[in-house]
């Protein structure tokens, strides 16, 4: 059988009219990611959400009561200066675009199928995911556009939308559902695989079918992370998305006022138990420009480019740089803390009309938003394999589950390791077995997980399902290696 699959070098258009990806960024970009007339409401501790804004006769967008006490709204500024001398608001701040970080190039999402297997991912293999099993895994929220719920490699325990129009956070853009797979796709027949196969993914979706959202729908997701994490056994999160913005100290406090709402959602889900890796971003600059990678409570992630899921520099080079060297569009910096493969990352996408749909359910995709879930899959299967490690962290600092994962990272300098990076993260490493970034060992059938999947059902005016092909207990044969489009050979993202 045939399967087909695309290289997407798709484009992200920020309503404010920027378009990020290699050399995206700077001063002129930071400002026009305000969100002229929306707002942010921070409330006093005790001060009802509800409460103010009927006072104030607003309609809130979003109300937030876990992560952060307050709303969003759009006001105007007579409303504006009458929310700001409320005793009960501790502070109001412009709301901001924020959006995924796949590599965008050109004006429009470029799709170029290629004929290549659905096998086990390069990336898997460069990082020794490939015999990973678990036992009693934590779900893992994909904070993102959603997720495909009827892929049949994804365990999509549940999903919530914070974009008008979708209820339930199912995927209309497609890159969450990339995300997804990367972190936690089933062992399949035809040897695709996740780092963490089969874990249960809540989608939850903050970006919408463009891949952009705002400061107050990403807010919405950590506070929904927050107050779900327990019932729910959520400790990992991944947001493969961001902004421009930098650290701000004490978790987004000065004095009593809240500056930064988003640092302050993130630390109090944090210190609730929930480790979030995130991309450190595409522009090629350093990290601290970005948030929420600037932020010192998360897992920031840079790229890596890896062509034939093996260390020693031996493969030929990839869309972005030579083997094994750091990406050229990656974010870099001291505010990183892992890297990971992040180049023609080959995943699950849907099979429906979407930006990053394609009929196979397979696509390519590069960014540091394809780096981050393999360390959220990885930190899936660090706590399934630590029984009783803390994913609680503090402020200014990541948690013990967050800090040993990092522990079992390769140096750069290592055979798994990589060169060209400006910064010294080391290298994901999840070892299971411990075959040194080069064995290709059988991936291992694992049994489909109790929780009750949407897989076995169509839905109603959907695509079929795509079949899902018996694991074999027989070796499979050598993968092939994905089809990297050569280098110099990409024009306006397609493969010339
Ligand atoms: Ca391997
Ligand atoms: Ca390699």
């Known amino acids: 059988m045939k399967f087909w699959h695309l290289l997407v070098l798709t484009v992200i258009v920020v309503s404010a009219g920027v378009i990020w990806g290699v050399g995206g960024g700077g001063v002129a970009a930071q400002r026009s990611e305000v969100i002229p007339g929306r707002y942010i409401v921070i409330l006093e501790p005790g001060a009802s959400p509800d409460a103010v804004a009927a006072g104030h006769h607003l309609a809130p967008d979003h109300v937030f ?18 929310l700001t001398r409320d005793p009960r608001v501790n502070n109001v701040v412009p709301d901001r675009a924020m959006h995924a970080f796949p590599v965008s190039v050109g004006a429009a999402p470029i799709v170029e199928p290629l004929a290549v297997a659905a096998a086990l991912p390069n990336s898997i293999d460069r990082v020794d995911a490939e015999g990973a099993a678990l036992a009693s895994p934590p779900a893992i929220a994909i904070i993102d556009t959603g997720i495909d719920f009827t892929r049949p490699e994804l365990n999509v325990a549940g999903g919530v939308s914070f974009i008008k129009g979708n209820s339930t956070g199912q995927d209309d853009n497609g890159h969450g559902t990339h995300v997804s797979g990367t972190a936690a796709g089933r062992v399949m027949g035809t040897g695709f695989r996740g780092v963490a196969p089969g ?29 779900n994490a327990a019932s729910k056994g959520i400790r990992v999160a991944n947001m493969s998305l961001g902004g421009t913005g930098s650290n701000s100290a004490n978790c987004g406090v000065s004095g009593s ?43 920031a992630v840079s790229a890596v480019g890896d062509s034939d899921g093996r260390g020693g520099h031996a493969g030929p080079a ?32 849907p099979t429906g009309n979407c930006q990053l749909c394609n009929p196979s359910g397979y696509g390519l995709l590069s960014g540091t938003s394809m780096a981050s879930p393999h360390v959220s899959g990885a ?117 010339v």
Request: proline share 12%; with cysteine.
């Open 318 to 349: 990839t869309s972005y740089g030579a083997d094994d060297t750091f990406a050229t569009f990656s974010n870099f910096g001291s505010s990183v803390r892992l890297a990971a493969p992040g180049v023609d990352i080959l995943s699950t996408v």
């Open 65 to 82: 009561r876990s992560a952060l006490n307050g709303f969003s709204v759009a006001v105007g500024a007579s409303e504006l200066q009458a």
């Open 379 to 495: 930190l899936a299967l660090y706590i399934a394999l630590h029984a009783g490690v803390s994913t609680t962290g503090s402020a200014g600092t990541i948690s013990p589950a967050a800090l040993g994962l990092i522990a079992q990272a390769k140096p750069q300098s290592d055979f798994c390791g990589f060169t060209g990076d400006p910064g010294s993260e080391p290298f994901l490493y999840v070892g299971q077995p411990d075959t040194d970034c080069g064995a290709l060992t059988a991936p291992t059938p694992t049994p489909a997980p109790p929780t009750a999947t949407p897989t076995a059902t169509s839905t109603p005016g959907g695509p079929p399902n795509t079949p899902t092909a018996t694991p074999t207990q027989a070796p499979p044969t050598p993968s092939p290696t994905p089809t990297v489009c050569p280098p110099g050979k990409v024009k306006q993202g397609r493969c």
């Open 199 to 227: 874990v249960p993914l809540y989608a939850v979706k903050v970006l919408n079918s463009s891949g952009s959202g705002s400061w107050s729908t990403v807010i919405s997701g950590v506070d929904w992370v927050t107050n």
């Open 257 to 299: 006022t809240v500056v930064d709402p988003l640092h302050r959602a993130i630390c109090n889900s944090v210190q609730a138990g929930v480790v979030y890796a995130v991309a450190a971003g595409n522009s090629a600059s350093d990290a601290s420009g970005f948030v929420p990678a600037a932020y010192p409570e998360v897992v």
